[in-house]
């Protein structure tokens, strides 16, 4: 079997960088694709024997290295708040001291990017580069970066993972000393510097990834190396959104079997955090949106009552607690609104419930309720990133989706070359669909 696999990585048939990925595949008796698309057909052996079999194809990409040299490329520049992004010829300069240069293949559109463009209520921050939900390839990397390599297939993460720190070092945080969010640096690390610029001119970039340019310059920390075999064009969803809503529920919330979640905010994170809910187990799942139009969307998540707060004259709380027999067990908030934060909190049941908060509030936010409502033993908690650790646990969600334990296309409702990427803020600010997977090649 080794031999059969050898002998096509010789031909250049498979590529050397999936061979360790790929051997155990195919003992596992799984397909397996050509780096040209060819049909392979190739002897493995499971537990019926040796047989041939003709796997479907599933490209694993790979790209030209130009380590060391400025870079040229389109990328969408946000030059001013709220207005449109114009396709730019930008330079991305080499990587520098822990960094990797990579091209991204696909990208999508969070919440998060539209708060930070619009800059309401956000420091604004411009000329910028938006963009942080992505998939790509590296390129080439800087000095000190032993475990990443060009062509390795990566998903770029807001928030990252030195693994040196007291954070990264406890189990139970995902809060790097080092790397953690940050929306209001707009450059790198190392130097303070961007590597993007236009005639000279240095442009921002957007949580040290900005994903809306065709080649970017991440911090190796915040770099998700993962399955060559996975599609990019899928699991790009998981490097921001999807993770977030899915590690909200089971990394933090928690929901025993049986139990009731009330989910507020019906966009992607909110959904992925009720496909959590629906993996736990939890058998009332209740979604919270001011647009009707989400529900029927919501329906293929697993969510089974919906309630719409504008058409109450009381707080949607006290309808919650009125449909549940005094709130329910777990609430996990997924719209970055206050006052749906509030709720969330105040819906969960005395004595034992658990409210999540996921959504990304204005600078100026404020959060009020009665300590009574904490004394009464309700617990509140807040996560970035579903409490995953970016380059440790990600690359195991990935697998949730190769084996099938999670689904990933009810999530991207529409796709649109890069050139037309201003269609993908438009329909999120319609509220229309869930994710819009951008095709950087177009
Ligand atoms: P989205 O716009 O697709 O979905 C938000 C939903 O909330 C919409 O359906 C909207 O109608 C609904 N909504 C707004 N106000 C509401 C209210 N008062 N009550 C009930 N529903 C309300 O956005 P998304 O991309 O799914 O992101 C959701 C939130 O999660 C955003 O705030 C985003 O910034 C945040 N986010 C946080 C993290 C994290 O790590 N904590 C990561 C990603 C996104
Ligand atoms: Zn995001």
């Known amino acids: 079997m080794a031999m059969a696999v050898g002998h096509l990585m010789r031909r250049g048939v498979i590529h050397r960088s999936v061979f360790p990925v790929l051997l155990p595949k195919i003992h596992r008796g799984e397909q397996i694709m050509s780096r040209d698309s060819q049909v392979i057909r190739c002897q493995v052996h499971d537990c019926r024997g040796f047989r041939t079999v003709q796997p479907k194809i599933r490209k694993v990409e790979e790209i030209e290295s130009r380590a060391g040299q400025v870079i040229q490329c389109r990328a969408a520049v946000a030059w001013e708040a709220g207005k449109p992004l114009v396709m730019e010829q930008v330079k991305v300069a080499p990587p520098k001291e822990m960094e990797v240069r990579m091209k991204i293949l696909y990208t999508s559109l969070c919440h998060t990017d539209v708060y930070f463009w619009e800059a309401k209520g956000q420091t604004p921050l411009f000329p ?130 049986g139990s009731t979640v009330a989910i507020f905010g019906l966009g992607a994170v909110g959904l992925a955090a009720a496909e959590g809910a629906r993996i736990a187990g939890a058998s009332r799942i209740i979604g919270v949106d001011r647009n009707p139009a989400k529900f029927d969307e919501a329906k293929k998540f697993g969510i089974t009552e ?15 607690a009125e449909m549940t027999g005094g709130g329910v067990d777990r609430s996990v908030e997924c719209s970055g609104n206050t006052n749906a934060m509030i709720s969330a909190f105040e819906c969960v049941h005395d004595g034992w419930g658990v409210a999540v908060l996921v959504g990304v509030p204005h600078k100026e936010a404020q959060f009020k309720t009665h300590p009574m409502n904490f004394l009464n033993e309700r617990t509140l908690k807040g996560t970035f990133f579903g409490n995953y650790k970016p380059r440790t646990d990600l690359p195991s969600v990935v697998e949730k989706y190769m084996n099938k334990e999670l689904e990933l296309e009810k999530f991207i409702t529409h796709r649109v070359p890069f050139s037309e990427i201003n269609k993908a803020f438009d329909y999120m600010l319609k509220g229309e669909g869930l994710r819009c997977i951008i095709h950087m090649d177009g």
């Open 128 to 257: 910028r580069i938006f963009g942080h939900e992505a998939g790509g390839i590296v390129e080439s990397v800087g000095e000190g970066v032993t475990d990443l390599a060009p062509g390795d297939h990566v998903l770029p993460v807001f928030t990252g993972e030195c693994k040196e720190c007291t954070h990264c070092k406890h189990e139970q945080s995902n809060m790097c000393d080092l790397l953690r969010i940050n929306t209001e640096r707009g450059v790198m690390i190392s130097d303070g510097q961007s590597r993007f610029s236009i005639n000279g001119k240095p442009i921002y970039n957007f949580l040290g990834t900005s994903t809306f340019s065709e080649y970017t310059v991440v911090h190796s920390g915040c770099v998700a190396k993962i399955d060559p075999l996975a599609p990019l064009d899928k699991v790009c969803v998981l490097s921001c959104g999807i993770s977030t809503g899915l590690g909200a529920t089971l990394n933090v919330a928690k929901p025993p079997k």
């Open 306 to 320: 919906f309630v719409n707060p504008m058409e109450y004259d009381r707080p949607v709380q006290e309808v919650l």
